[in-house]
């Protein structure tokens, strides 16, 4: 059984890899992600909850809700999840970001359902998600509705190398912390340079593109990404389709990890007609993007952070 505890590395398990018609494999759209304490929610389309316990996560760890745009295979999840954390005694503030009409939305689920007992705040794009360790960045993307993309980022830290400090024997003592903020100190009488103690961890960064035509924006919040988590409903034949209705193709997708100079790309909100040639997907996007792959429902990936 998985043990949910704090992630070193950010974690991502993919909750739902479908379009707007799930297979029997393939739930509608949603992506759990976790550092630390986060427990973040990327849409909620239909049967999330389920998946959420298929893959033994605890949705009452559940810090964010970030809803990409409010088409119902990425938000009908929400009435029976946010009735089972009321059932489950929800103790936290839920923070839900969406575009704008998420409040209302709300409200309408709550006028259709009932009050949900819990302590809800939302939040409409654009607006500020930041701590001192971390911050999600969002895009606006062209779908014919608000929508968005977000990007997870793991700031730069100041690192203090604990092989340098066991080996010059330093004492475990509150100077390290200003040898770490990049202070000279002096310990023993003995002067000790930050210069030789501390090295930047760079940022990590996930980005999330769902629903989309092909656009600027989405090369942009993808740039120098660890991971693109990428909608790629349709194959290059399909073009047309893909443009007249704002998605994107395969060849689209890794184009725009191509252009951000991702690391890697995995694919995912993948149309029905292609649940029985993958390959055919996933082959398109290598002939622009060698690093790529198509997720899997309940399909977890490690992220490991940037030394």
């Not at 704008?100 to 939302?122: D, M, P, S």
């Amino acid at each position: 059984m998985r043990k949910d505890k704090d992630s070193v590395n950010v974690q991502i398990t993919f909750l739902g890899t479908s379009n707007a018609i799930p297979t029997a494999e393939r739930n509608h759209p949603a992506i759990w992600l976790e550092w630390n304490a986060e427990r973040i929610l990327i849409d909620c389309g239909e049967g999330t909850q389920r998946q959420i316990k298929k893959a033994d996560l605890n949705p009452c760890k559940l810090t964010k809700i970030l809803l990409t745009h409010l088409h119902g295979d990425h938000v009908l999840g929400l009435p029976g999840l946010l009735e089972t954390l009321e059932m489950s005694e929800y103790a936290r503030q839920l923070d839900i970001y969406g575009p704008k009409g998420t409040a209302r939305h709300l409200e309408l689920l709550q006028q259709t359902y009932g009050k949900f007992n819990i302590q809800i705040k939302v939040h409409e794009l654009p607006c500020n998600i930041e701590t001192d360790d971390w911050k999600i960045e969002a895009a606006p993307m062209d779908h014919g509705i608000p929508a968005w993309a977000f990007a997870f980022i793991i700031k730069e830290r100041r690192r203090l190398d604990k092989a340098k400090i066991k080996r010059l024997k330093l004492p475990n003592t509150p100077l390290l912390g200003e040898i770490q903020k990049g202070k000279d100190v002096v310990i023993n009488g003995k002067k000790v340079k930050a210069k030789d103690l501390v090295y930047v961890q760079p940022s990590t960064k996930v980005a999330i593109i769902m629903d989309t035509k092909f656009n600027q924006n989405a090369i942009e919040i993808a740039k120098d990404a660890d991971l693109v988590v990428c909608e790629s409903t349709y194959a290059e034949k399909e073009k047309e389709y893909a443009e007249n209705y704002r998605h994107l193709t395969a060849s689209q997708a890794a184009t725009i990890a191509k252009r951000a100079k991702a690391k890697s790309l995995i694919l995912t909100h993948i149309a029905q007609r292609y649940e029985q040639n993958l390959k055919f997907i996933e082959n398109e996007a290598k002939k622009i993007f060698k690093n790529v792959r198509v997720a899997k429902d309940l399909e977890r990936k490690e992220i490991r952070l940037n030394d």
